[in-house]
């Protein structure tokens, strides 16, 4: 009898664990989470891609602005990832201003995309979340804590207006980042053959700095590890062979995409 007994209240436990976990997941499939950020894996300066993102409500449009391997581009695809898990995949080809819509929640989606070229190379070269738009969402949305938030008040990242610089000087540079690396390449401009040097600094949220010389010919690139998963400060400065100098460029780069 105390063997039966024993074996009963066994049987009983498991139940009682069974019925307990499965109301935990029933609660679970009720709360919606935001997505986790994945790292990107930026392709090389001769086959970088682009691809705009434009919300409107729930509806998130995905246009190609083409690149340099726009040439060698195969396909883009792009998936959406909704905060309740659910996905949705659409295919971009290599075709400038190509676009397809994605039906988004409007609770900060994110939006994962992969382009495939004909060499066989693949890189997943975007992330970005959406806008969260409160009168959209449902009333059980709850949003991701902030990890970053005292680090986003930091007195290191507030930027300095950049300058704007005569049309026969001009110069661009590409800024592209992952979790933990930022990568900085030039891309040309009228203003070219007129560099002395360009100074890129990365500024930590503590303070620290870093600066990397960035050559003036198309392709060359500097890269940094990133201070933290949160957010660095980058600025670009242009030095010209006329004495002028100019800052082209301010930015905080937030990796999580929660504030800037």
């Known amino acids: 009898m105390a063997a039966e007994s024993k074996v009963y209240l066994l049987v009983l436990s498991v139940v009682v664990l069974f019925l307990t976990t499965m109301c935990l997941f029933a609660e679970a499939d009720d709360t919606l989470v935001v997505p986790v950020q994945v790292d990107t894996n930026q392709p090389p300066s001769n086959l970088t891609v682009s691809v705009q993102l434009d919300q409107e409500g729930r509806i998130i449009t995905a246009t190609f602005r083409g690149g340099y391997g726009q040439t060698l581009l ?14 949705e995949i659409k295919t971009l080809g290599n075709t400038i201003g190509e676009s397809v819509i994605l039906n988004g929640s409007g609770c900060g989606d994110r ?23 409160k ?18 008040g930091s007195a290191y990242l507030k930027t300095d207006p950049v300058d704007i610089i005569p049309a026969n000087k001009s110069v661009a540079v590409q800024v592209n980042t992952g979790t933990y690396n930022i990568n900085v390449q030039f891309r040309g401009g009228f203003g070219q053959n007129l560099v002395k040097s ?41 030095d010209f062979i006329d004495g002028t100098t100019y800052h082209i460029y301010d930015k905080v780069l937030d990796y999580l995409g929660l504030h800037y």
């Open 111 to 133: 939006v994962t995309g992969k382009a495939y070229f004909k060499t066989g190379d693949e890189y997943d070269f975007l992330n970005e979340t959406m806008q969260y738009l």
């Open 135 to 152: 009168d959209l969402c449902a009333v059980d949305y709850i949003a991701a804590s902030d990890p970053c938030e005292v680090i986003s």
């Open 74 to 87: 195969n396909k883009i695809d792009l998936e959406l990832i909704r905060p309740d898990g659910s996905t």
């Open 198 to 238: 360009i100074k890129v600094t990365r500024i930590g949220p503590d303070g620290t700095e870093e600066t990397k010389d960035l050559l003036n010919y198309v392709g060359d690139e500097v890269t940094f590890n990133a201070t933290n998963n949160c957010m660095d400060r980058l600025t670009v400065d242009v």
